[in-house]
């Protein structure tokens, strides 16, 4: 017959030695998978560390930002990218309308202020007219936009837009001239009509 035993007494098998407030605590240990898990999880975050913020093999986190940089570039600009900055990168812009029109944007984003949003002119000059100041040519086009001019009265862009939205930007001003919108007084002089836009082998990818 199995041991009865008397009320309140505490059976002692299993039981810590101690007792707190008449509370006895089991002897049950963490398994010992789980503190494998544990130390793994540590040696983990070591070799992770070391690997990650030390290692040549591991691109730093500016590399990968300029990494990703480059391949959205890549993907919204492939067609015009792979002409070098000046006169024919502009005109293969110009003869393509969706490039004019993201031109069109990059200049809405950054030149309304002095030029007004349809060019026609308020601290800058009126760029629908024939007259220039600073610009002789297509690629004192790209000049000016890229190193300002007039002592920053036209301020630099290069450190706010990229190469090729510079090329947008200056091929969209281009394409103003000689629309002649009401505005600000011609200013600077005459110069050479630009050359015409080159509308072969670049295929502009379709919206969607």
């Given at each position: 017959m199995a041991e009865e035993h008397a009320p309140g007494a505490q059976h002692d098998e299993g039981l810590e030695g101690h007792c707190y407030d008449g509370i006895q605590e089991y002897d049950n240990p963490i398994p010992g998978w789980w503190?494998?898990?544990?130390?793994?999880?540590?040696?983990?975050?070591?070799?992770?560390a070391v690997f990650v913020h030390m290692s040549p093999l591991w691109p730093t986190r500016e590399q990968r930002y300029v990494t990703a940089?480059?391949?959205?570039?890549?993907?919204?600009?492939?067609?015009?990218?792979?002409?070098?900055?000046?006169?024919?990168?502009?005109?293969?812009?110009?003869g393509q309308q969706k490039w004019i029109e993201m031109g069109a944007s990059v200049f809405e984003g950054n030149c309304v202020l002095c030029h007004k949003a349809d060019g026609s002119g308020d601290i800058g000059v009126n760029m629908t007219d024939e007259y220039y100041k600073n610009v002789t040519d297509l690629d004192?086009?790209?000049?000016?936009?890229?190193?300002?001019?007039?002592?920053?009265?036209?301020?630099?862009?290069?450190?706010?837009?990229?190469?090729?939205?510079?090329a947008l930007v200056a091929a969209y001003v281009a394409s103003l001239r000689g629309t002649n919108l009401p505005g600000k007084e011609p200013e600077g002089?005459?110069?050479?009509?630009?050359?015409?836009?080159?509308?072969?082998?670049?295929?502009?990818?379709?919206?969607g």
């Open positions: 503190h494998a898990i544990f130390y793994l999880c540590v040696l983990f975050s070591v070799c992770y940089e480059t391949r959205a570039l890549d993907a919204q600009f492939a067609e015009i990218r792979q002409y070098p900055m000046g006169e024919e990168k502009v005109l293969r812009i110009m004192g086009v790209i000049e000016v936009i890229t190193n300002g001019a007039a002592d920053g009265a036209m301020p630099s862009h290069k450190t706010i837009l990229n190469e090729n939205e510079i002089e005459l110069i050479p009509p630009f050359p015409e836009p080159i509308t072969d082998d670049v295929e502009v990818p379709s919206e």
